[in-house]
């Protein structure tokens, strides 16, 4: 406490610091269920008195963010009274969640509504969350599908509502549905530009498996490098033996420079280099893809960075427009990714 402030003023810094992150916590649905934790609880996690809880709350109870049910707990408020829009994406915990709050910041910016949706990457919870958004009478259905089955979009289009798919398009050259998307071949070509310019020639691949973004990143590869990558491999998971074993064939390989999609292979691959006394990026250059914990990396990761908020954002925009003319011209929206350049690549000592 400084001499000016008294004990008041600073309870009232503290109560309004917490308020601003559970507000960001909000904004990034940390809490997908709709529920606060306890006061308790959330006393415990920021290290901060229940009075400051409470103090915190009332400020956002004020704002209309959250309302307490008496016995029962805080909860999150439905915001705005415009159009119910119904939001079906496969997880929660990764990638998505900032292409969620993009979704919510621009619905509320409208007045509009979400209700959210995970169907964690099953067919058949998608099709029951779908179900379930359409029961609801929602004005209109933005959704990540998972694309297993190829007759799962001419369901779609018999709903009866319009559909905006999200990251979900760029793979299917036919597709009439809107979408909003990110561009990951061009994600990729920048990667390896960058990787060029630093005088890498030698350059390899490694993948998570993913039937949606792993062969755009491998199409973006190949016509960057006007060929097939130094060394490729793709799994459904990879182990830290695996990474180990893939790091011998780039030092047989006289590889100087890695792609990995995505963030968590990066790490892998960057961990096994310094395990076997390689200087990252010193003698092996290493780039990331999604930009989700990229920073976290032991040697911060350069990363292929989607700009997911604004996919989110923009695929309300789409979504709006065709609510406001039905039969106005149909939108296919890219978004290029940025690169973020971190300390895992520097120039080819070769």
């Known amino acids: 406490m400084s001499a000016s402030e008294t004990p008041a003023e600073v309870r009232g810094h503290k109560a309004r610091r917490l308020a601003a992150e559970l507000r960001r916590g909000i904004a990034e649905l940390r809490w997908p269920a709709g529920k606060l934790p306890t006061e308790a609880e959330l006393a415990r996690e920021q290290g901060v008195s229940l009075n400051t809880v409470r103090r915190a709350v009332d400020l956002l109870v004020q704002d209309g963010l959250v309302y307490r049910r008496q016995g029962s707990g805080m909860y999150i408020a439905s915001i705005g009274t415009g159009p119910l829009i119904g939001v079906a994406v496969p997880s929660m915990t990764y990638y998505y969640p900032r292409i969620i709050t993009g979704i919510e910041r621009e619905l509320s910016r409208h007045g509009a509504k979400m209700l959210l949706r995970s169907t964690e990457w099953d067919s058949r919870l998608e099709a029951e969350a779908i179900e379930s958004l359409i029961a609801t009478d929602v004005a209109g259905l933005i959704v990540v599908p998972g694309l297993d089955d190829p007759t799962s979009l001419d369901a779609l289009e018999d709903l009866g509502v319009p559909i905006v798919l999200v990251e979900r398009g760029l793979e299917l050259p036919a597709t009439q549905h809107e979408f909003v998307g990110s561009n990951h071949a061009a994600g990729a070509r920048a990667a390896v530009k960058h990787l060029q310019a630093l005088g890498h020639t030698r350059i390899a691949y490694l993948e998570r498996t993913?039937?949606?973004?792993?062969?755009?990143?491998?199409?973006?590869?190949?016509?960057?490098?006007?060929?097939?990558?130094?060394?490729?491999?793709?799994?459904?998971?990879?182990?830290?033996?695996?990474?180990?074993?893939?790091?011998?064939?780039?030092?047989a390989e006289g590889v100087t420079a890695a792609v990995c999609f995505a963030d968590r292979e990066a790490t892998l691959l960057v961990n096994a280099a310094r395990q076997r006394g390689l200087d990252v990026p010193g003698e092996l250059s290493v780039i990331g893809y999604d930009d989700e914990v990229a920073d976290l990396s032991e040697v911060p990761l350069t990363a292929v960075s989607p700009a997911k908020a604004d996919v989110g954002r923009l695929a309300v925009e789409v979504l709006r427009a065709r609510l406001a003319n039905p039969d106005g011209p149909r939108q296919q929206l890219s978004l290029i990714p940025d690169l973020v350049v971190r300390a895992s690549t520097g120039p080819s000592l070769r």
């Not at 190949?222 to 990558?229: F, N, Q």
């Not at 490729?232 to 695996?242: C, G, I, K, Y």
Request: net charge positive.
């Open 210 to 251: 993913s039937p949606h973004t792993a062969p755009q990143i491998r199409a973006g590869l190949r016509i960057g490098l006007r060929g097939e990558p130094a060394v490729f491999e793709s799994l459904p998971r990879w182990t830290s033996a695996d990474a180990g074993r893939f790091l011998d064939r780039l030092v």
